[in-house]
């Protein structure tokens, strides 16, 4: 198993070294350069969760949903970076969509198996969701960030999003709740995971259909989406 850990800790620097080459080579124009540079930190980002998957002892029902959620974000990376067109963007945007579905049901699963009074979806879960669904409809007014034909999938999308940081949260506290073995680390991969996801796809509304478009702000959309994606793949080690 040793040998296992290493190879997921050299496949989490490997990403991160890999992260800054894609970002220049992407900038301002997308290149086929950078395409090839961001898919190799998507595969990279694949292994981690195959790796968590081997180091947990066994391919659990979490680890398929959470894998399955992987690859679709790995096909996504693909079709939005590929071309900027929107039928690409749609693909990617689906590919996404999929891939949160993935992830939702795999805290809704572990939230189940573990907690069963908690059910599948509760009340406050809801409530939640539409509140910050509001907050998010209101910020993308504010900040003049329009989607154009693209609007009802984004929003769509956006729900699905948002759902998905809802019920890690909720997998997250619960844990901490109960005191299981290595809540307090189960519970800050699951929340900074899912919040990261949620701060990466923000800033790339942003960059995407916005008046602002600036390196930096690239550079965040990158850093937190890839951080998003190991610390998910990493949450298989603990179910």
Known sequence: MTVY?????????ALAATTPFF?????????????????????????????????AGGVSRYAVWILCGLVCSWLGDFFLHVSGKLYFFLLGL???????IFYVVAFSAALYESFPESGFFNPW????IAVLVLIGVIGAHRLQINPGPATIPAFLYMCVLVTMMVK???????????????????AAILMVGSLCFVLSDATLGMLNFGPKKTFPLKCFNIGTYYAAQVLLASSILFF
């Open 5 to 13: 850990r290493i190879l997921m800790a050299a496949a989490i620097l």
């Open 23 to 55: 970002l220049k080579a992407g900038w301002p124009q997308k290149t086929k350069k950078s395409l090839l540079l961001k898919m190799i930190c998507s595969t990279l980002f694949v292994l981690v969760g195959v790796l968590a998957a081997v180091l």
């Open 94 to 100: 689906s590919s996404f969509l999929v891939a949160h």
């Open 125 to 128: 879960e809801c409530l939640c």
């Open 168 to 186: 890690a949260f909720s997998l997250a506290i619960r844990c901490l709740i109960a005191g299981t073995p290595l809540c307090g680390a189960t």
